[in-house]
């Protein structure tokens, strides 16, 4: 049955990025500090990983169908250059199509009414995997909208200081999260999950 | 040779206390879910907590010599009632020596002077044992000052959407962090120790 998972690198302090888009270097250390390669659908960017944080990585990759992402996260990464990074298909929530992209191809797809529609357009694409949710703004909003079942933790040992928060200041809450129900330690990542309390 | 250490349970957002001094039901559910008592110096508060917690806190309990907390936290305690409920002295950064209390007893010291000062005399009192930070203003200004060594994350499985964060904006940082050095799983918390990067 299809999961909606949350997951980012966060900071000690709750950060996914520092200020003014700052700490990625630090944020995302544990993709390359390992000896296990993980090609991704880049060929010049294969993850390297220790063995704990590949074990977790291929599970995530195995278990999701789809992404959901937020425009901020698609415009800093140009959509991945049109296909996701992990090979996987996402769905980008936006007012309205960037200039050049096409509305929808077979790696993503725009949908422009409004996050619960986001999310059933990757439902449709994910089939019996899950989908993941990326980016704070979207989390926070499916999480109000009580449309997350599990949410993933990349706890990595840096304080940012500032910067964009994983979750945003909620309307309601607070919001009970059962677990962690699985635990993994990598090298500079300690990848946690828990199941959100309905 | 002392420590400067700096503690909280602290929720999945990183907050110390939800919206209006709301959550603490969920941020300290570990203190009382488990069937390993620990008496206090209050004898009507003892702590129920689970074997891992209890080895935890023990720990805490025996290398502590003394806390540092802000007015805030001695404001919404009433100081413990002179003597702190584990028995530590404690000195209190503020202002000013607020009204009915001593300057300075067996048990607790105001100090006026500044954060450095409130450290010193806090080192004067644990001798060989850790100085202990609480609350959230002061430990960002110690670790913005150099003055952190450890970091105590009691990571409780709550998203409270809003409050006082555990590390606030910084001037400064990133600050980079070892470890975990230490990672306890309890009853619906996760001692995270860490260590800070010189």
Redesign the interface.
């Known amino acids: 049955m299809t999961k909606i998972t949350a997951g980012a690198s966060v900071?000690?302090?709750?950060y996914i990025s520092?200020p003014d888009e700052?700490?990625f270097e630090?944020l995302f250390a544990w993709y390359g500090n390992g000896d296990i390669t993980i090609e991704t659908a880049d060929p010049d960017l294969p993850l390297n990983v220790t063995e704990p944080s590949a074990a977790h990585i291929r599970a995530m990759i195995d278990d999701t169908g789809c992404f959901v992402v937020g425009r901020h996260l698609f415009d800093i990464t140009n959509g991945w250059g049109g296909k996701h990074t992990l090979g996987i298909p996402y769905v980008v929530l936006t007012h309205s199509v960037p200039d050049g992209w096409e509305r929808s191809t077979e790696w993503y797809e725009f949908v422009t009414t409004g996050l619960e529609d986001a999310i059933a357009a990757a439902r449709r694409r994910a089939g019996d995997k899950n989908v993941g949710l990326n980016g704070g703004t979207i989390v926070s909003q499916a999480?109000e909208a009580g449309l997350v079942d599990e949410?993933d933790?990349d706890?990595v040992?840096?304080?940012?200081?500032?910067g964009r928060?994983?979750?945003r200041?909620?309307?309601?809450?607070?919001?009970?999260?059962?677990?962690?129900i699985s635990?993994v330690?990598g090298n500079r990542v300690?990848h946690?999950r828990?199941r959100v309390r309905k």
């Open positions: 900071s000690i302090d709750g520092g700052s700490g630090h999480l949410i933790v706890l040992p840096v304080i940012l200081g500032g928060p994983f979750f200041p909620l309307e309601h809450g607070p919001y009970l999260l059962e677990g962690p635990s330690q300690t946690l828990y």
